[in-house]
């Protein structure tokens, strides 16, 4: 059987959806606090930056792949209009229904839709937008992934992908203490997941750098594929196209 990555641990492909789904049924409660704390609130800031360069118009459909709480969705959902259509995709039901909860209770109902990002239940050529924010890393197989997200794009549509990145070099120690002595701390305090964060901490560095997430855009088939740097490289967003 093949194996893939849990953080640092080396893991059958067949295990990491479960491993994954457990650790954000642990935290899903307090999910929106932690990333508030653990990230000085910037997290707002990244993801305002990926709605505007989605440049989501009235009447326009998206897709909002491992939604989470609905942060993007939220937005996106105010620029579509009455005239678009958002979906909400998460494999984690409590996720799931935490953001579909929160757009509803914010006067904004969505159709939500608990699946793989790998096998996408929506027909090819159908959304002006994907978006797919701090979830890419939690795929167990990304290209997959990323081959269906542009496989439901229509031609001309585009591909954003938020995610932890490479930190500048000169800050990389700061960084590396910060996300394993205070986080894994911060999240036993707030949640009382330990084990949650330090996995996060792990699987940024598993993670494939900025240009290696460009080229893996470019192998999915995306074309015009560019990244933006945020917070020192923290988080990357990319953008591509489907032509």
């Not at 953080?7 to 999910?31: L, P, T």
């Not at 994907?130 to 290209?143: E, H, I, K, P, Y």
């Not at 305090?189 to 901490?201: F, N, P, Q, S």
Request: proline fraction near 3%.
């Amino acid at each position: 059987m093949s194996q893939t990555h849990f953080g640092y641990q080396h893991i059958d492909e067949a295990e990491k959806a479960a491993r994954v789904a457990g650790v954000f049924s642990s935290v899903a409660g307090r999910y929106d606090l932690m990333n508030d704390l653990m990230s000085g609130g910037l997290h707002r800031l990244w993801k305002a930056f990926a709605v505007a360069l989605a440049g989501v118009r009235a009447g326009e459909r998206v897709l909002d792949v491992a939604a989470g709480s609905g942060d993007l969705a939220l937005d996106f959902a105010k620029r579509a209009g009455t005239s678009g259509e958002v979906w909400l995709t998460d494999i984690n039901r409590a996720m799931l229904e935490r953001g579909r909860d929160r757009l509803l209770d914010r006067g904004r109902p969505v159709p939500a839709v608990q699946c793989d990002a790998q096998e996408l239940p929506f027909p090819s050529d159908y959304f002006d937008c994907v978006s797919v924010a701090f979830g890419l890393r939690n795929m167990t197989d990304q290209d997959a992934a990323l081959a269906e997200m542009r496989r439901v794009l229509k031609p001309g549509g585009r591909l954003l992908v938020l995610e932890f990145s490479r930190v500048w070099q000169p800050l990389a120690k700061i960084y590396d203490w910060y996300s394993f002595k205070v986080l894994p701390w911060l999240g036993k305090a707030v949640t009382g997941d330990e084990a949650a964060y330090r996995y996060l901490a792990e699987s940024i560095r598993m993670h494939p750098d900025q240009e290696r997430l460009k080229g893996m855009l470019e192998h999915a088939g995306l074309q015009k594929v560019e990244y933006f740097n945020l917070s020192a490289g923290v988080v990357a967003l990319h953008r591509g196209y489907k032509f």
